[in-house]
Nanobody
Framework: QVQLQESGGGLAQAGGSLRLSCDAS????????MAWYRQTPGKERELVAY???????TYADSVKGRFTVSRDKTRRLLYLQMNNLQPEDTAVYYC?????????WGQGTQVTVSS
């Protein structure tokens, strides 16, 4: 079951940029917070960026200064602007929404960064 839908992944060169989008518009369940995670085979899924109120948006140390998360509550969209991409950013990126009915997840979008 696809509860959230990510898009915008693809191939980029080191130093390039991509913008990921997460669409939660198919559901009208109130969302308390949203976040971006990423996962590489053999590693646990890690939190990349969190958007809640409060606190202000927070980021993993590895992406601070390069990634920016934003949210459009009216359209139920979450974005992740990724600048100065590096090969270590290569992963499947997942959108997460925390609701009163539990966590919702997308199926992921692949981001590949070449040297």
């Amino acid at each position: 079951q696809v509860q959230l839908q990510e898009s915008g992944g693809g191939l980029a060169q080191a130093g390039g940029s991509l913008r990921l989008s997460c669409d939660a518009s198919r559901s009208t369940i109130p969302i308390n917070a949203m976040a971006w995670y990423r996962q590489t085979p053999g590693k646990e899924r890690e939190l990349v960026a969190y958007f809640g109120s409060p606190p202000s948006p927070t980021y993993a140390d590895s992406v601070k200064g390069r990634f920016t998360v934003s949210r459009d509550k009216t359209r139920r969209l979450l974005y992740l602007q990724m600048n100065n991409l590096q090969p270590e950013d290569t992963a499947v990126y997942y959108c997460n929404a925390r609701t009163s009915w539990g966590d919702k997840w997308g199926q992921g979008t692949q981001v590949t960064v070449s040297s």
